[in-house]
């Protein structure tokens, strides 16, 4: 058995959908467990629509007949008869979506997001258990948010992990012992699970890499394979630096320092419960699914990974200072976190001197002005924005030199084995 992941990019469009079900025409030994990200944009296009309805703007109903069209378009070519019941379906999703955002909205943001967002997994994994079956492929259309059990966290649910390997377990327990036949395909989403009262939750922004982890670590699968659009995981973002090159084998840990300091091929949450139960990840193309890619799993003995860079765009660096010259020390910094885990603003650099304190964090958006009012209530503030974050693991002063040039740097920090520098 194997956990496949399909992000955005590679459900995009009705070609991206034939290409899916042609990658799993390629394993038709296997039980595939396959884990759906929302089409496309779509995720974008829905928190538009969730900031509509939650400040009353009238742009809600044009949002959300975008995403009715976009979704539209797909559906009419990839089934022609205007009667095949995945209309039906598809418009039965837009009608709850509709109906919810014309209620009167609650005063929690992050609650309203879930509710709204987690549509976009819903109507990719309809539409692609539908299409499956229209081409042969036969499948079991299953909700991750009845097995997936979740805080209330909105936004950044936190797994209920006894609970949910047991309603997994108990959902596919059929499918794991049954004989290989018509039916040995799940189709089911990603990002999405529930709360103890019945509403939706999320895992986080990208969050069905975590999914397929969940999935994978419950059913103790034979691997997690996520495609991607890239070959593999590669040392540099090959957008930004033409030279990147494949990491064909990585371990575990290393894998969880590349995506702690924001590497985008896989989510931060995804290595600890496959490497609990080491389950080999695969990182492999979905234009060209017979290379080979890369596997991330457990070494042994000494490893020797390559130097890879992270770029994150639209930072924002924070400087806080004491207004009495009073020193940055344990009462200030309890002070400072409280307001930041209070408002769930991931810091992703920190460093402190005497009387000053500075982090570098992911430009909040719309909580941006609610966090520098909070902070200015204790400490003077200062900031700069529209900033880059640089990381180089397994640094050289030859990558430094070369990744940075002759840029401003606005802070520095080195560790043994990391380098990071903000520079605008």
Known sequence: ??????????????????????????????????????????????????????????????????????????????????????????????????LYIKSEPGSNFDYEYDQVVAYGELLSSCLLSHYLIDVGIGNSLLNASDVIMTDDNFREGRVYWPQTIRLIRQKLKDFATADLGLENVIVTQGFIGRSPDGSFTTLGREGSDYSAAIFGHAMEVEEVVIWK???????????????AKLIETISYHETIELSFYGASIIHPKTIQPLENKNIPLCVKSFLNPQLTGSVIKRIEGTENPPSSIIVKENQMLISIASTDFSFIAEKNLQNIFR????????????????????????????????????????????????????????????????????????????SRFTYQAVIR
Request: charged share 30%.
């Open 229 to 243: 659009d890239v070959e593999g995981l590669l040392d540099a973002d090959p957008k930004l630096f033409s030279n």
């Open 339 to 414: 307001i930041f885990a209070e408002l769930a603003v991931r810091i992703n650099v920190m460093q402190n001197s005497a009387i000053s304190f500075s982090v570098i964090i992911d430009d909040p958006q719309y909580k941006k002005k609610l966090l520098l009012s909070e902070l200015s209530a204790y400490f003077k503030v200062r900031y700069n924005e529209g900033l880059k974050l640089i990381t180089i693991r397994h640094y050289t002063p030859e990558i430094i030199r070369l990744v940075t040039g002759d840029s401003e740097i606005l802070l520095e920090q080195k």
């Open 1 to 98: 058995m194997k956990v496949f992941k399909f992000g955005g990019a590679s459900v995009k469009d009705a070609s991206a959908y034939r290409n899916v079900a042609e990658i799993v025409r390629l394993y038709p030994k296997d039980k595939l467990i396959i884990v759906i990200s929302a089409m496309g944009k779509t995720t974008n296009a829905l928190e538009e629509l969730v900031r509509s309805y939650f400040h009353k703007d009238r742009q809600k109903q044009r949002h959300l007949k975008q995403i009715r069209m976009f979704h539209k378009d797909i559906v009419e070519d990839l089934f022609h008869d205007k009667s095949h019941s995945v209309y039906a379906e598809i418009g039965r999703l837009f009608q709850e979506l509709s």
